[in-house]
């Protein structure tokens, strides 16, 4: 867990109850007063008002971002003599759909003089804007935002699980991965732009949700606008609101109330409806590749579509594997070499893909042809009997290419997704693969196989095979279910291949599970160390005695020195302390009994503000056992303003910082008094289900009213993930220095005044 040790965990029973007292206390201030009323109106709906935001936003950056790409794209092959802003679909508007050669579109070589077939001059123009794409958008995110890297959607699953990462979704994120992800499709790199759309978008929804103060200081509120804005990200990907709902249910979301569900959605259709407003395809479709059939299916043709399941399933067992070594070896050895790899591999990719129809072009606009019936035009040759065996070789040769260049380009240092490559593999081996079984219906008409088609009739359609085997790849490489049907759907209209795309996911998903469960953004969780609870993980027959972190440090209810804590809070990197008592019991021999636990952010708050205020002394004794009316606990348990935690909450409450006097501090006030506790024997399953459902970032091991020990979800994530060597029976390692408790090397052989603070070994 090396990548992500100093990311914190967040608290979410902590800020529900938080939020819950200050809107109690809002209540309280607001009088009758028609004010008071619009604004009770304002705040109830602040919510939605972010949505609304996060979507408008969702949707134009993606409009913007298809317009680029599709122009960079295009400006590889050639320029527009009317106007250099211009695609080639736009500069040859008139006569688009006729397949005419259209002279106002000139390829590079007709800038020299040749002629416009002139290989060699398009070949060495096309691989030198390639390279230079993909050369500056490692630049960009080399120099300005490494988050940017990568998909992103591993990272998003352990933000929205409860964990913080410090820049993660800033706003210079957004900006370079929004520039670098269009760079990087533009230049060729077998990725896409769908997965770290989900980043961006979840980007745009941190920025907007930190303008308002119900959820800049509340990261239980700022969950439920990240779940809504990943639902967007989908959304506009895919053209699928519906789908990118239920991807953020099924995938990334691990907590998903039923308001959430409906701001979801709402935030997913205002990103579409902007996205559809700015039309950026002038199509009056959303995606490149959208298509409709209407054409029904036939009964003989699940054997083929199983087929297209099998291969899904190994396709996604085969480049999840190979990935993730592909991925380890580049931590490993080329990391420091992140600019030189990328700029080598889109040299390697120009070179090789622009000798092949099928990856020559932007993968988005090679797919928008493989999933079209031959109807609505022959592009490529597809349709033409007599291009059949040369459509198939060609269809062949683009899978096998595309699949190696798949493997070696995610996980590089540029912004980077595997959908769309996935489903232009799927898309390839699923058109190839209905030429044949249309050439097969050619040559044998009435065979028994075919004995439910029409004769004199077309009876297979290549581009419904197309469709399932893009859906298929992606399914395999994912491991989607729901929300991939549902996406897929939605991308065609076409209600009657529902069926046919059931079975062809469900093959898929039973095919990859035999390798091994888990998409590929599951295994880059345990790859970078991710704090994730997974799913499937369990811990059987182990008591939490095993897991916890034993002899956590104290703070004793009284009597303590004002030094001794702040010398604790300056050597230490504790996110809070249990409070106890030291009481004897009836053989004279004294315990510890635990009375409550405080943070650090708010314990450092207090001791400032009442440095500030009353001008404590360095030896003034401190108390955490004041007794407060409900009134002052309530206030208490709202943060001060200007109170920093660790994890970068800041907090909202001007209140008293505690009862204190020049020689005297008292922190009751800020104890948790009934922090969740359970027995050392509780089974360790049952606690990690409480970490997942209730989101307390700390529960203390009281033994019959003795502190015994203290676990977090650190704690527990590194005990599954323990060396296999190590039985779980054996297993005492101690945890590091960022968990919320462990014995460091500082305090291993403390000051005297040191020794008071830490419970007997």
């Known amino acids: 867990m090396a990548r992500y040790e100093d990311f914190s965990t967040v608290d979410w029973v902590q800020d529900a109850q938080r939020e819950r007292t200050r809107v109690r206390d809002l209540h309280r201030r607001l009088d009758r007063s028609w004010l008071s009323v619009l604004y009770r109106v304002y705040e109830a709906g602040q919510a939605w008002w972010v949505v609304l935001l996060v979507g408008l936003l969702v949707g134009i950056n993606a409009a913007l971002m298809a317009i680029a790409t599709e122009w960079l794209s295009d400006l590889k092959l050639g320029y527009c003599s009317t106007g250099w802003w211009l695609n080639e679909k736009f500069c040859c508007w008139e006569n688009w759909n006729e397949h005419a050669s259209c002279v106002d579109w000139r390829p590079w070589s007709t800038v020299v003089g040749l002629s416009p077939g002139n290989l060699l001059v398009n070949w060495l123009v096309y691989v030198g804007l390639a390279t230079t794409f993909g050369w500056t958008c490692a630049f960009l995110v080399r120099e300005y935002a490494p988050f940017a890297a990568g998909s992103g959607i591993a990272e998003i699953k352990s933000i929205l699980s409860g964990f913080v990462i410090k820049g993660f979704m800033g706003a210079w994120t957004w900006l370079i991965k929004s520039v670098g992800l269009t760079l990087a499709v533009s230049s060729g790199l077998s990725v896409g732009k769908e997965g770290p759309s989900v980043h961006v978008a979840c980007c745009i929804g941190n920025v907007v949700s930190r303008m308002f103060t119900k959820f800049r200081y509340n990261r239980a509120k700022q969950r439920e606008i990240l779940s809504a804005a990943s639902a967007a990200g989908v959304a506009v990907a895919f053209a699928a609101p519906i789908g990118g709902v239920l991807f953020s249910l099924e995938e990334l979301s691990s907590y ?171 898309a390839t081996f699923g058109r190839m693969v209905g030429i044949l079984v249309q050439s097969l219906h050619r040559a044998r008409p009435r065979a028994p196989l075919f004995a439910a088609c029409l004769p004199d009739s077309p009876c297979i359609e290549p581009a419904i095979y197309a469709f399932l085997g893009a859906g298929a790849a992606l399914g395999g490489v994912t491991k989607m279910t729901i929300s991939l049907v549902v996406i897929m759907f939605e991308l065609t209209g076409a209600l009657n291949y529902i069926v046919p795309t059931m079975i062809t996911v469900l093959v898929t998903k039973a095919v990859g599970d035999m390798f091994g469960t888990g998409g590929i953004s599951d295994h880059y969780i345990k790859l970078y160390g991710l704090p994730f609870f997974d799913k499937e993980e369990h811990l059987d027959d182990v008591p939490i005695g095993r897991v916890m972190v034993p002899d956590p440090v104290t703070l004793p209810a009284r009597g303590l020195r004002l030094h001794v804590i702040q010398d604790l809070l300056d050597r230490t990197p504790y996110k809070g302390f249990p409070i106890v008592e030291t009481v004897k019991a009836t053989d004279s021999h004294p315990h510890s009994v635990l009375r409550g636990y405080i943070n650090r952010a708010e314990l450092r708050y207090a001791i400032q503000k009442a440095r500030d205020l009353h001008g404590l002394q360095d030896d003034a004794q401190c108390f955490f056992q004041a007794t407060l009316s409900p009134q002052l606990r309530a206030a208490a348990l709202t943060p001060a303003s200007g109170a920093g935690s660790d994890d970068g909450t800041i907090s909202n409450h001007d209140g008293p910082a505690a009862y204190s006097t020049p020689s005297s501090l008292d922190f009751g006030q800020w104890v948790d008094r009934a922090p969740f506790t359970v027995d050392p024997r509780q089974p360790a399953e049952t606690v990690m289900e409480l970490f997942k459902k209730l989101g307390p970032r700390v529960i203390l091991i009281e033994s019959e009213g003795r502190l015994t020990g203290i676990v977090t979800r650190k704690d527990i994530l590194r005990f599954l993930h323990r060396p296999a060597h190590i039985s779980r029976h054996d297993y005492t390692d101690s945890p590091d220095p960022d968990s919320d408790q462990f014995t460091p090397a500082v305090t291993q052989q403390p000051p005297l005044e040191m020794h008071a603070l830490r419970l007997g070994r």
């Open 256 to 426: 998903f109330p039923l308001k959430t569900l409906w701001r979801s959605f709402f935030c997913a259709l205002i990103a579409t409806v902007s996205l559809q407003a700015f039309n950026p395809f002038r199509t009056g479709k959303l995606v490149m590749f959208q298509a409709s059939y209407d054409k029904d299916w036939h009964f003989f043709e699940v054997l083929f579509y199983i087929l297209l399941g099998i291969f899904g399933g190994l396709y996604g067992a085969l480049v999840i594997r190979l990935n993730v070594k592909v991925t380890a070896f580049r931590k490993r050895y080329l990391k420091p070499h992140g600019m030189a790899e990328v700029t080598v591999l889109t040299l390697s990719t120009a070179v090789i893909c622009y000798l092949n129809i099928f990856l020559r072009s932007d993968m988005s606009e090679v797919m928008s042809y493989l999933l079209r019936d031959c109807k609505d035009g022959d592009y490529f040759g597809l349709c033409r009997v007599d291009y059949a065996p040369r459509m198939v070789w060609l269809l062949f040769v683009a899978t096998v290419v595309r699949i190696t260049l798949t493997v070696l380009s995610y996980g590089a240092r540029v912004p980077c997704g595997i959908f769309i490559p996935s489903m232009a593999v799927g």
